[in-house]
C-alpha cells in the first residue's frame, strides 16, 4: 500500500514563504510523475504544480514564478517551495504520484496516489 505523508503546512501571513515537504516509505519519488493539488473549501481541487521523472515540471499559471517544486531524491522527498503566499493560496495541500502524467500533467486524473493533505493559511 502507497502512503503519502505531507508536512509543512500552517499559517503565515501574505508575502510570506512556507516549504512542504512530502514523504513515503512505500514508493520511490524517483523517474516517476509526481505533484501538488489544492483544496479550499467550497471550489474544485486544481493542480499546482507537477514534475516528470524527464524533469519536465508544470505550473498552474497561478503560481508560477511564486512556486517551486522540486525532489531530493537521497531522502525521497517532494518539495514545495511557496514564496510571495497570497490570501488565495489558502487551501489544503496535498501530495500525489503517478507513474507517468506526460500526456496530462497538471490532470488530477493522472495521479493514483494521493496524501491526506496539509493546510496552508494566509492571513492578513
Known amino acids: 500500500q502507497v502512503h503519502l505523508r505531507e508536512s509543512g503546512g500552517g499559517t503565515v501571513q501574505i508575502g510570506g514563504s512556507l516549504k512542504l515537504s512530502c514523504k513515503s516509505s512505500?514508493?520511490?519519488?524517483?523517474?516517476?510523475?509526481v505533484g501538488w493539488f489544492r483544496q479550499s473549501p467550497g471550489t474544485e481541487r486544481e493542480a499546482v504544480a507537477s514534475l516528470q521523472g524527464s524533469g519536465r515540471v508544470s505550473y498552474a499559471d497561478f503560481v508560477k514564478g511564486r512556486f517551486s517544486i522540486f525532489v531530493d531524491g537521497a531522502e525521497n522527498t517532494l518539495y514545495l517551495e511557496m514564496n510571495n503566499l497570497k490570501s488565495e493560496d489558502t487551501a489544503v495541500y496535498f501530495c500525489?504520484?503517478?507513474?507517468?502524467?506526460?500526456?496530462?500533467?497538471?490532470?488530477?486524473?493522472?495521479?493514483?496516489?494521493w496524501g491526506h493533505g496539509t493546510q496552508v493559511t494566509v492571513s492578513s
Open positions: 500525489v504520484a503517478a507513474g507517468t502524467c506526460a500526456s496530462r500533467p497538471l490532470a488530477a486524473e493522472s495521479f493514483g496516489f
Open positions: 512505500t514508493l520511490s519519488f524517483n523517474s516517476r510523475c
